[in-house]
Each structure stands twice: as structure tokens, then as C-alpha cells.
């Protein structure tokens, strides 16, 4: 099988795969990028075991959100304390939250 050069084209590089002969191991070639997680016929590159599973947040992240989270709820807790008003409260407790974000990321990185 011959390959033609690679075509530029933007960020994408495309290459092209040209049947010269056909035998009996031949198998049907399709075009794709490199990248499309294909590294040989029949192997499929990426996480293929089941029990391999990788966090959806570090644990950075879910630290840092769970103390935001806190520092909202808490701030909206008093806030309800204080006026005995819940929109108001809740509207206390989303700058709290984001400022607790905020802080933490500054003071864990």
C-alpha cells in the first residue's frame, strides 16, 4: 500500500492511504486523521479495562468547590438569619460561594 504525502490544511493533517494492489490480507483502508485514536489495524489506542476509571474531578478541584460550596451555604445561612428574607439570602450566598472559589484557588495553587 502506498501512501501519499500528508496534506496541510489549518490545524488538521490528513493522510492519504492508496490501494496499488489488492491480495487476500489486504483489508479495506479508510481515510482519518492520526488522531482519530487508531494506532494499527485492530488496536484501539485510550483506556480499553473497565476497572481503569479516571476521576471526573482532581482532587484539587473538589476541594477547592466544596469549600466554596461551604463558604456559600454559610453566608446565605446567616444572611437568612439576619433578614428573615430568602431571595436576598440566596443572592448573599453566590458571591460568597464564587469569592470562596476564588480564594481557595489562589491559596491551594
Known amino acids: 500500500m502506498a501512501t501519499a504525502p500528508a496534506v496541510h490544511r489549518g490545524r488538521h493533517t490528513l493522510h492519504v492511504a492508496v490501494r ?5 490480507h489486504d483489508s479495506d483502508e ?5 488522531e482519530a485514536g487508531v494506532k494499527a489495524r485492530g488496536e484501539i489506542s485510550g483506556i480499553s479495562s473497565s476497572d481503569s476509571r479516571r476521576p471526573l474531578l482532581t482532587l484539587r478541584a473538589a476541594v477547592i468547590l466544596l469549600g466554596g460550596l461551604v463558604a456559600g451555604v ?9 433578614i428573615h428574607d430568602l431571595p436576598a439570602s440566596v443572592l ?8 470562596g472559589i476564588k ?3 489562589y491559596l491551594i495553587a
Not at 30 to 34: A, I, L, M, Q, S
Not at 93 to 99: L, S, V, W, Y
Open 74 to 82: 454559610a453566608a446565605g445561612a446567616l444572611a437568612y438569619l439576619g
Open 30 to 34: 479508510r481515510v482519518r486523521r492520526p
Open 20 to 24: 496499488t494492489q489488492i491480495g487476500e
Open 92 to 99: 448573599a450566598g453566590i458571591p460568597a460561594c464564587a469569592g
Open 103 to 105: 480564594f481557595l484557588d
